[in-house]
């Protein structure tokens, strides 16, 4: 058999420094532990608009569909703020999701022991914390339609419309209760159903889809409320569903509740290819931090933890996964902290190339 097949889009920005890291740790695992990955690499994003004049070029887009799994870095920049939406860097990232059909979005917040301390809440508000977020990814706002800036009168108005059908709702339930059956079967459904028909049509869906899964314990919230119990008690929460844009701020707000932007993957996941492998993308939640790229100073721990979801949920691999996320938490245990996680007394600062090597140097250790 030959081996699984990864894209690897390093894109803008801090993205090829952090990727570099992850090629550290997937040849690692090809010599140490035989998982073998045929590797390609392209670009996406601004690095692609600069080649091609377009974010994702359509080659690009044609190899993504068939590979086992896309690992992306980060996309955008402030040299492509004034082009033309249509050829903005996040057009690319959005252009795959849409035509991948990732509709699942897994966004974990955990929180790693030794950065408890970090997180602007209280220690004992987010020491231990294991959350999931499963964000719509693939319609709502970011994709109903009509949209755009259209002239009406004397003045022009903005349109985007919130829209998901009965099916799209029920395909991301269902990845949720799924994902809460293999965890704490606990899981919370969040959109505005006070003040949005798309709510109603949701929490109906949600609730339909439910019945299926009777162990599961389905709670239902506005959103904005969880915002609010996201931040007071974040450890009432095992998986959370929600649309795509509410599920675009909760998960920031999640994130942060870790302590850094820095250290949260996310997988995207779409239907069984004919393999049985998802369609999937994995990259980390943070952006492209232009201010600190090519400084050393990016962490590359979530695009890292990104290659260990993609372990878990496209090959198969789950211990081999456990063993690069206990890798990690073992660095930070001895104090390595990159620039982002700086501030407590007594932590080790070290560049994003010396936080990959004393990654990789952990999985050595760990056999
Ligand atoms: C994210 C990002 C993207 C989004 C941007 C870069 C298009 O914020 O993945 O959360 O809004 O989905
Ligand atoms: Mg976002």
């Known amino acids: 058999m030959s081996n699984p097949s990864l894209l690897i889009l390093p894109g803008d920005g801090i993205g090829p420094e952090v990727m570099a890291e992850v090629s550290k740790v997937i040849d690692w695992f090809g010599a140490k532990r035989d998982l073998n990955f045929d590797v ?8 692609a608009y600069d080649k091609h004049g377009a974010p994702l070029h359509d080659d690009t887009m044609a190899k993504a569909q068939e590979v086992d799994a896309v690992l992306l870095g980060a996309v955008g920049g ?5 082009l033309d939406f249509s050829v903005k860097p996040e057009r690319g990232l959005l252009r795959l999701r849409k035509e991948m059909d990732l509709f699942a979005n897994l966004r974990p917040a955990q929180c790693f022991d030794a950065l408890a301390d970090f997180s602007s809440l209280k220690k004992d508000v987010v020491a231990g914390l294991d959350i999931m977020i499963v964000r719509e990814l693939t319609s709502g706002v970011y994709f109903g339609e009509p949209r755009g800036i ?41 959109e505005k159903a006070n003040v ?5 049509l949701w929490r109906e869906v949600v609730t339909e889809v439910g019945k299926d899964y009777p162990d599961v314990e389905l709670s239902h919230m506005y ?51 004919e393999n ?23 962490n590359p721990i979530a695009c890292i933890l990104s290659f260990a979801m993609a372990l878990r949920y496209s090959f198969g691999a789950g211990e081999e996964a456990a063993r690069l996320e206990q890798a990690v938490n073992a660095v930070l245990a001895d104090g390595l902290r990159t620039a982002d996680l700086l501030g407590e007394e007594g932590v080790k600062p070290v560049s994003t190339t010396e936080m990959g090597d004393a990654i990789v140097a952990k999985l050595e250790e760990s056999l």
Request: net charge negative; charged share 25%.
């Open 150 to 190: 259209f002239e009406e009168g004397n003045e022009r108005v903005g349109i985007n419309t919130q829209r998901y059908t009965e099916s799209e709702i029920d395909r991301v339930a269902r990845a949720a209760f799924e994902l809460a059956m293999k965890r704490n079967r606990k899981l919370c459904s969040m």
């Open 276 to 298: 049985g492998r998802p369609k999937a993308l994995y990259e980390p939640v943070h952006g492209s931090a232009p201010d600190i790229a090519g400084q050393g100073k990016a």
């Open 196 to 200: 949005m028909e798309s709510g109603i």
């Open 78 to 82: 402030p040299k492509y703020d004034d």
């Open 40 to 47: 390609s690499e392209d670009l996406v994003g601004g690095c």
């Open 223 to 273: 959103a904005d409320a969880g915002a609010m119990q996201l931040t007071r008690w974040p450890k009432q929460f095992d998986v959370i569903v929600t649309d795509n844009l509410f599920g675009d701020l909760l998960s920031d707000l999640a994130a942060m509740l870790t302590g850094s932007l820095g250290m949260l993957p996310s997988a995207s996941l779409g239907a069984p290819m």
